[in-house]
Protein backbone atom coordinates (compact mmCIF):
# COMPACT_ATOMS: atom_id res chain seq x y z
CA UNK A 1 0.00 0.00 0.00
CA UNK A 2 1.67 3.18 -1.27
CA UNK A 3 0.53 6.91 -0.89
CA UNK A 4 -0.48 6.58 -4.41
CA UNK A 5 -2.48 4.31 -4.10
CA UNK A 6 -4.22 6.00 -1.63
CA UNK A 7 -4.46 9.36 -3.58
CA UNK A 8 -5.47 7.59 -6.85
CA UNK A 9 -8.01 5.65 -4.49
CA UNK A 10 -9.48 8.60 -3.07
CA UNK A 11 -9.79 10.40 -6.40
CA UNK A 12 -11.76 7.57 -7.40
CA UNK A 13 -14.34 7.69 -4.89
CA UNK A 14 -14.51 11.39 -5.35
CA UNK A 15 -15.30 10.98 -9.55
CA UNK A 16 -16.75 7.86 -9.14
CA UNK A 17 -15.22 7.26 -12.30
CA UNK A 18 -11.43 5.62 -13.38
CA UNK A 19 -11.22 7.09 -16.72
CA UNK A 20 -12.34 10.52 -15.14
CA UNK A 21 -9.40 9.96 -13.55
CA UNK A 22 -6.95 8.36 -15.72
CA UNK A 23 -7.31 11.39 -18.21
CA UNK A 24 -6.81 14.21 -14.79
CA UNK A 25 -3.67 12.05 -13.88
CA UNK A 26 -2.57 11.47 -17.78
CA UNK A 27 -2.07 7.82 -17.59
CA UNK A 28 -4.48 4.67 -18.55
CA UNK A 29 -7.29 3.02 -16.64
CA UNK A 30 -5.63 0.01 -16.71
CA UNK A 31 -3.21 1.82 -14.12
CA UNK A 32 -5.83 3.54 -12.40
CA UNK A 33 -7.65 0.27 -11.53
CA UNK A 34 -4.11 -1.44 -10.47
CA UNK A 35 -3.75 1.33 -7.73
CA UNK A 36 -7.40 0.11 -6.48
CA UNK A 37 -6.74 -3.80 -6.83
CA UNK A 38 -3.24 -3.78 -5.03
CA UNK A 39 -5.15 -1.81 -2.21
CA UNK A 40 -7.83 -4.84 -2.49
CA UNK A 41 -5.66 -7.50 -1.93
CA UNK A 42 -3.88 -5.80 1.05
CA UNK A 43 -6.80 -5.28 2.98
CA UNK A 44 -8.56 -8.65 1.76
CA UNK A 45 -11.65 -6.80 0.97
CA UNK A 46 -13.79 -4.89 -2.41
CA UNK A 47 -13.42 -1.36 -2.35
CA UNK A 48 -15.21 -0.59 -5.15
CA UNK A 49 -18.57 -1.77 -6.77
CA UNK A 50 -19.56 -1.45 -10.76
CA UNK A 51 -22.11 1.20 -11.75
CA UNK A 52 -23.98 1.54 -14.99
CA UNK A 53 -21.90 4.79 -14.80
CA UNK A 54 -19.36 4.04 -13.01
CA UNK A 55 -17.92 3.13 -9.89
CA UNK A 56 -19.20 3.36 -6.04
CA UNK A 57 -17.05 2.74 -3.16
CA UNK A 58 -18.34 0.01 -0.85
CA UNK A 59 -19.00 -0.03 2.71
CA UNK A 60 -15.40 -0.73 3.29
CA UNK A 61 -14.28 1.55 0.43
CA UNK A 62 -16.07 4.43 2.54
CA UNK A 63 -13.99 3.70 5.61
CA UNK A 64 -10.86 3.74 3.93
CA UNK A 65 -11.58 6.85 1.63
CA UNK A 66 -12.43 8.88 4.37
CA UNK A 67 -9.01 7.98 6.89
CA UNK A 68 -6.83 8.19 3.30
CA UNK A 69 -8.28 11.57 2.31
CA UNK A 70 -7.88 12.65 6.31
CA UNK A 71 -4.46 11.90 6.39
CA UNK A 72 -3.58 12.90 2.95
CA UNK A 73 -4.69 16.40 3.64
CA UNK A 74 -2.59 16.52 6.73
CA UNK A 75 0.47 15.33 5.02
CA UNK A 76 -0.22 17.50 2.34
CA UNK A 77 -0.33 20.46 4.72
CA UNK A 78 2.98 18.76 6.35
CA UNK A 79 4.92 19.12 3.02
CA UNK A 80 3.75 22.17 2.11
CA UNK A 81 5.17 23.74 5.60
CA UNK A 82 8.29 21.67 5.03
CA UNK A 83 8.44 23.01 1.87
CA UNK A 84 8.24 26.73 2.84
CA UNK A 85 11.26 25.78 5.53
CA UNK A 86 13.24 24.52 2.87
CA UNK A 87 12.96 28.07 0.76
CA UNK A 88 13.05 29.75 3.83
CA UNK A 89 9.83 31.37 3.61
CA UNK A 90 7.14 31.98 6.41
CA UNK A 91 4.01 30.57 4.99
CA UNK A 92 1.88 29.80 2.38
CA UNK A 93 -1.97 30.27 2.91
CA UNK A 94 -4.18 29.32 -0.48
CA UNK A 95 -7.24 30.64 -1.12
CA UNK A 96 -9.67 30.07 -3.68
CA UNK A 97 -12.93 32.70 -4.05
CA UNK A 98 -15.24 33.66 -6.58
CA UNK A 99 -14.54 36.97 -8.66
CA UNK A 100 -16.12 39.52 -6.74
CA UNK A 101 -15.45 38.18 -3.19
CA UNK A 102 -11.82 39.93 -2.39
CA UNK A 103 -13.33 43.55 -2.70
CA UNK A 104 -16.70 43.04 -1.05
CA UNK A 105 -15.80 40.37 1.71
CA UNK A 106 -11.90 40.42 2.51
CA UNK A 107 -9.93 44.40 1.19
CA UNK A 108 -10.17 44.89 5.02
CA UNK A 109 -9.32 41.48 6.20
CA UNK A 110 -6.45 41.02 3.81
CA UNK A 111 -5.05 44.36 4.86
CA UNK A 112 -4.96 43.82 8.08
CA UNK A 113 -3.67 40.47 7.58
CA UNK A 114 -0.65 41.83 5.91
CA UNK A 115 0.21 44.68 7.70
CA UNK A 116 1.13 41.93 10.36
CA UNK A 117 2.30 39.06 8.51
CA UNK A 118 4.18 40.71 5.66
CA UNK A 119 6.13 37.84 5.13
CA UNK A 120 3.81 35.44 4.26
CA UNK A 121 2.47 34.39 0.77
CA UNK A 122 -1.20 34.94 -0.22
CA UNK A 123 -1.93 32.74 -2.98
CA UNK A 124 -5.28 33.59 -4.62
CA UNK A 125 -7.16 31.39 -7.12
CA UNK A 126 -10.02 32.71 -8.87
CA UNK A 127 -13.25 30.00 -9.65
CA UNK A 128 -16.24 31.00 -11.26
CA UNK A 129 -18.73 29.40 -8.81
CA UNK A 130 -19.12 28.60 -5.03
CA UNK A 131 -19.26 25.09 -6.11
CA UNK A 132 -15.89 24.97 -8.06
CA UNK A 133 -14.03 26.88 -5.10
CA UNK A 134 -15.57 23.88 -2.86
CA UNK A 135 -14.07 21.37 -5.72
CA UNK A 136 -10.70 23.00 -5.22
CA UNK A 137 -10.09 22.71 -1.52
CA UNK A 138 -11.82 19.26 -1.60
CA UNK A 139 -8.90 18.64 -4.41
CA UNK A 140 -6.28 19.66 -2.04
CA UNK A 141 -5.85 22.78 -4.23
CA UNK A 142 -6.41 25.35 -1.86
CA UNK A 143 -6.60 25.62 1.58
CA UNK A 144 -9.63 27.80 2.57
CA UNK A 145 -12.21 28.99 0.17
CA UNK A 146 -15.04 31.98 0.52
CA UNK A 147 -17.91 30.56 -0.42
CA UNK A 148 -21.92 30.70 -0.83
CA UNK A 149 -22.68 28.34 2.09
CA UNK A 150 -24.88 25.60 0.57
CA UNK A 151 -25.55 22.43 0.69
CA UNK A 152 -22.86 20.03 2.18
CA UNK A 153 -20.29 18.13 0.20
CA UNK A 154 -18.77 15.56 1.53
CA UNK A 155 -15.25 15.91 2.50
CA UNK A 156 -15.23 19.87 2.98
CA UNK A 157 -16.29 21.67 6.12
CA UNK A 158 -18.55 24.95 5.52
CA UNK A 159 -18.86 27.69 8.17
CA UNK A 160 -21.27 30.33 7.84
CA UNK A 161 -19.33 33.69 8.64
CA UNK A 162 -22.10 36.30 7.53
CA UNK A 163 -26.00 36.76 6.23
CA UNK A 164 -26.75 38.30 3.37
CA UNK A 165 -30.05 39.78 3.27
CA UNK A 166 -32.08 40.08 -0.59
CA UNK A 167 -32.32 43.17 -2.14
CA UNK A 168 -34.15 44.28 -5.21
CA UNK A 169 -31.88 46.56 -7.32
CA UNK A 170 -33.21 49.01 -9.50
CA UNK A 171 -32.39 52.58 -11.19
CA UNK A 172 -33.60 55.83 -9.24
CA UNK A 173 -35.90 56.38 -12.24
CA UNK A 174 -38.02 53.36 -11.80
CA UNK A 175 -41.20 53.52 -10.63
CA UNK A 176 -40.15 51.20 -7.38
CA UNK A 177 -37.38 53.21 -6.80
CA UNK A 178 -39.54 55.01 -4.36
CA UNK A 179 -40.71 51.50 -2.07
CA UNK A 180 -39.32 51.17 1.34
CA UNK A 181 -39.45 47.29 0.71
CA UNK A 182 -41.11 45.02 -1.25
CA UNK A 183 -42.67 41.73 -1.27
CA UNK A 184 -42.02 38.72 -3.45
CA UNK A 185 -45.29 38.23 -5.01
CA UNK A 186 -44.72 41.96 -6.12
CA UNK A 187 -41.13 40.68 -8.09
CA UNK A 188 -43.36 38.65 -10.78
CA UNK A 189 -43.44 41.16 -13.22
CA UNK A 190 -40.09 42.88 -12.76
CA UNK A 191 -37.45 42.71 -15.85
CA UNK A 192 -35.58 40.17 -14.20
CA UNK A 193 -31.88 39.95 -14.46
CA UNK A 194 -30.67 36.40 -14.11
CA UNK A 195 -28.06 35.01 -11.90
CA UNK A 196 -25.73 32.20 -12.98
CA UNK A 197 -27.32 29.14 -13.61
CA UNK A 198 -26.90 26.41 -10.97
CA UNK A 199 -25.19 29.29 -8.92
CA UNK A 200 -25.88 28.61 -5.23
CA UNK A 201 -27.57 32.01 -5.13
CA UNK A 202 -29.66 31.14 -7.87
CA UNK A 203 -30.59 27.98 -6.75
CA UNK A 204 -31.43 29.68 -2.86
CA UNK A 205 -33.35 32.57 -4.83
CA UNK A 206 -35.73 30.04 -7.31
CA UNK A 207 -36.74 27.48 -4.16
CA UNK A 208 -37.53 30.27 -2.14
CA UNK A 209 -39.50 32.17 -4.60
CA UNK A 210 -41.43 28.88 -5.42
CA UNK A 211 -42.29 29.18 -1.82
CA UNK A 212 -44.46 32.28 -2.34
CA UNK A 213 -45.81 31.11 -5.99
CA UNK A 214 -42.87 33.66 -7.81
CA UNK A 215 -41.60 31.86 -10.81
CA UNK A 216 -38.97 34.79 -12.63
CA UNK A 217 -38.90 35.02 -15.98
CA UNK A 218 -35.65 36.61 -17.46
CA UNK A 219 -34.30 37.98 -21.02
CA UNK A 220 -31.07 39.09 -19.32
CA UNK A 221 -28.25 36.82 -17.31
CA UNK A 222 -25.33 37.59 -15.88
CA UNK A 223 -22.29 35.68 -14.92
CA UNK A 224 -21.73 37.95 -11.47
CA UNK A 225 -23.33 39.98 -8.75
CA UNK A 226 -21.81 43.35 -9.56
CA UNK A 227 -22.05 42.44 -13.38
CA UNK A 228 -26.20 42.22 -12.59
CA UNK A 229 -25.83 45.17 -10.38
CA UNK A 230 -24.11 47.19 -13.15
CA UNK A 231 -27.02 46.41 -15.44
CA UNK A 232 -29.69 47.75 -13.34
CA UNK A 233 -27.46 51.01 -12.91
CA UNK A 234 -27.81 51.20 -16.44
CA UNK A 235 -31.52 50.61 -16.46
CA UNK A 236 -31.51 47.42 -18.24
CA UNK A 237 -33.96 45.66 -15.63
CA UNK A 238 -34.13 44.96 -11.93
CA UNK A 239 -32.04 42.84 -10.26
CA UNK A 240 -32.42 40.24 -7.30
CA UNK A 241 -29.18 39.84 -5.20
CA UNK A 242 -27.70 39.30 -2.55
CA UNK A 243 -26.79 42.82 -0.62
CA UNK A 244 -22.99 42.82 -0.63
CA UNK A 245 -21.06 44.65 2.42
CA UNK A 246 -20.12 48.39 0.31
CA UNK A 247 -22.44 48.16 -2.02
CA UNK A 248 -24.56 51.12 0.02
CA UNK A 249 -26.54 52.49 -2.78
CA UNK A 250 -24.57 51.10 -5.75
CA UNK A 251 -22.56 52.99 -8.19
CA UNK A 252 -22.92 56.55 -8.80
CA UNK A 253 -25.96 57.09 -6.82
CA UNK A 254 -27.98 55.90 -9.47
CA UNK A 255 -29.45 52.33 -7.88
CA UNK A 256 -31.61 51.99 -4.96
CA UNK A 257 -31.44 48.76 -3.05
CA UNK A 258 -34.46 48.04 -1.77
CA UNK A 259 -34.66 44.79 0.95
CA UNK A 260 -36.65 42.21 0.71
CA UNK A 261 -37.57 40.96 3.98
CA UNK A 262 -40.00 37.92 3.43
CA UNK A 263 -36.91 36.06 1.68
CA UNK A 264 -34.52 34.44 3.83
CA UNK A 265 -30.77 36.17 4.00
CA UNK A 266 -28.10 34.13 2.15
CA UNK A 267 -25.43 32.88 3.95
CA UNK A 268 -21.52 33.58 2.91
CA UNK A 269 -18.29 32.15 4.71
CA UNK A 270 -14.99 30.02 4.36
CA UNK A 271 -14.51 26.16 3.92
CA UNK A 272 -12.34 23.99 4.46
CA UNK A 273 -11.31 20.47 4.09
CA UNK A 274 -10.73 20.22 7.87
CA UNK A 275 -10.59 23.07 10.42
CA UNK A 276 -8.15 20.94 12.99
CA UNK A 277 -5.53 20.64 9.95
CA UNK A 278 -5.28 23.87 9.02
CA UNK A 279 -2.22 25.69 9.76
CA UNK A 280 -2.37 28.72 12.45
CA UNK A 281 -1.29 31.32 9.84
CA UNK A 282 -4.15 29.61 7.37
CA UNK A 283 -6.71 30.05 10.84
CA UNK A 284 -5.62 33.49 11.61
CA UNK A 285 -6.23 34.73 8.18
CA UNK A 286 -9.68 33.23 8.03
CA UNK A 287 -10.65 34.65 11.77
CA UNK A 288 -8.45 38.38 10.32
CA UNK A 289 -11.38 38.26 7.78
CA UNK A 290 -14.36 37.70 9.66
CA UNK A 291 -13.59 39.82 12.03
CA UNK A 292 -13.30 43.18 9.79
CA UNK A 293 -16.60 42.18 8.10
CA UNK A 294 -17.92 42.47 11.16
Known amino acids: M ?27 QSAVSQHVKRLERETGLTLLERRPRGVAPTRA ?31 TIRIATGATTVRHFMAAG ?11 NLQFVTADSSRRCLEAVRSHEVDLAWVTIGPPMDGVEQRSSCDLPWVLAVHVADPLSHRQTITPAELAGIRHIELPEHSTSRVHLEMHLERHGVRLTSTTSVADWDTALLLAELGLGHAVLPALPGWGRGPGG ?34 TVVTALA
Open 2 to 28: TLDDLRVFVAVCEARNLSAVARSLSCS
Open 254 to 287: VVRLIPIPELPPLGAGWAARQWDALSPLALEFAD
Open 61 to 91: GQVLRRAAAEGIAGLDGALRQLDDLRRGVAG
Open 110 to 120: VTSFRAGHPEV
